[in-house]
Every structure is written in C-alpha cells, then in structure tokens.
C-alpha cells in the first residue's frame, strides 16, 4: 500500500514568495495532520482535518498560513508571504479509521526561505 | 499545555548493548505511540500504547505504558547499526492530538 505522500520533497524559494505544500493521505484514512519540524521546537502540530473539515487550527503560526483540503485525497498548506524563519520540514500525516487511531507520516518536505 | 519530557536526548553506544529511553509527562495520556526518525524521511511508528500497564515488543524493541498513565519507557536488546536514529514518543490525551517528545538521538559505534 502506498504511503502519505507529500511534495515537493525539497522547496527553495526567496522571501516574500508563495510557497504550497502538497500531500496525499493514505487511501481511507479519515484524518489528516500538518506538522513543522525544526531544531528549537520539534514536532509541532499545526492544523488537523477530520472528514476534509479543519477541527483544529490552533498551532497555525499565524494568518500567512493555510491550508484546504478539498478533497479525502488531497490537502494543501500554504504560506503567503513566506519568511525566513518558515524555513522548516513540513510533514503531513494521517489516521486510520476505527481504534486504535495511529498517526502515519509522509517523508515531509523541506523548505528553505533565502 | 502538556508536555512531554524525554530522555536522554543522546546516546553513544557501542553495537550490541542495549539502549532504553523514557519519556514523562504532566498529565495523563491515553495512548502512547513511540516512533522513529531516520534522516531525511518522517517518523515511522515502532510501536503503539493503548493501557496502562501495558508492555508490548516489536522483534528487539521493547516498550511499557506506566501505570500512572504519565510515563512510558522504549528498550531496544541488542541495538544494531540500522537502529541509528531518532526516537519519538508521543501520547495523546484526548481527540486526535498527539504531543511528542524532543526525541533521543540514537548514535552507535561499531
């Protein structure tokens, strides 16, 4: 079975620029994740959806962020202007249905704002 | 808001010993996942936590949810090159939230 993917798997853009992230879940999970890698703060969660409905989007660093997702398949996170210091591993997770809930992760991606 | 306290943050150990890890926290969890990070790729779960008491193994790997549902701990026999790395715990109290550790990072000499 495939995994979450994500892309690109490596992003480099210049201040000010518009940066999308892309991600793929895992076919029939119910519940999709954002996370922010970084050496200072970890594993931060950013925003989680539940059934393509964003339920909590409290560790949204602020209004530069956003993210959709549209559709079961397919989400988005977007960050508009982007900064230097949004340079991070931006990884995408989802949860199988039913309980236990596990959290699988994609391979993340990278961006780097010069 | 909770927080989870892992420890070490490193290890050098020399191939073949056994490695253990733990993680607290300040409030109860419901659920304890540990993970592991290689570089350049995301987390992948090792092992997953659902009572307390509970001890469940995964080939070498080893791990215990605490009683008081505020601790758990990773053991790893007889560690192996390929078990270089970064481990993660991470619980999750309610909803779907997870909380993760700052990770032990996992060095081993051959």
């Known amino acids: 079975d495939a995994g979450v993917i994500q892309s690109p798997r490596h992003e480099v853009t210049e201040m000010g620029q518009e940066v999308t992230l892309r991600c793929k879940p895992i076919?029939?999970?119910?519940?999709l994740f954002w996370y922010r890698q970084t050496m200072m703060r970890g594993l931060e969660l950013l925003i989680y959806?539940?059934?393509?409905?964003?339920?909590?989007d409290s560790g949204m660093p602020e209004d530069r962020f956003s993210a959709k997702m549209p559709n079961a398949s397919f989400s988005t996170l977007k960050i508009q202007p982007s900064e230097p210091r949004d340079s991070a591993v931006y990884f995408c997770?989802?949860?199988?249905?039913?309980?236990?809930?596990?959290?699988?992760f994609g391979p993340g991606t990278r961006l780097t704002v010069l | 808001g909770q927080q989870l306290n892992q420890s070490p943050q490193s290890m050098f150990i020399q191939e073949g010993e056994d490695v253990s890890m733990n993680c607290t926290s300040s409030?109860?969890?419901?659920?304890w996942l540990w993970y592991k990070q290689d570089p350049g790729e995301g987390p992948v779960l090792l092992i997953a936590?659902?009572?307390?008491?509970e001890l469940t193994s995964n080939g070498r790997l080893t791990a215990q949810f605490g009683i008081t549902r505020k601790d758990s701990f990773l053991n790893i026999s007889a560690s192996i090159p390929s078990d270089v790395g970064i481990y993660f715990c991470?619980?999750?109290?309610?909803?779907?939230?997870?909380?993760f550790g700052q990770g032990t990072r996992l060095t081993i000499n051959p």
């Open positions: 959806f539940n059934n393509n409905v964003p339920i909590d």
């Open positions: 936590l659902y009572k307390a008491g």
């Open positions: 409030s109860i969890f419901n659920t």
């Open positions: 991470a619980g999750r109290g309610g909803a779907q939230k997870l909380v």
């Open positions: 076919s029939g999970h119910d519940y």
């Open positions: 997770a989802s949860n199988k249905p039913g309980t236990p809930r596990m959290q699988f």
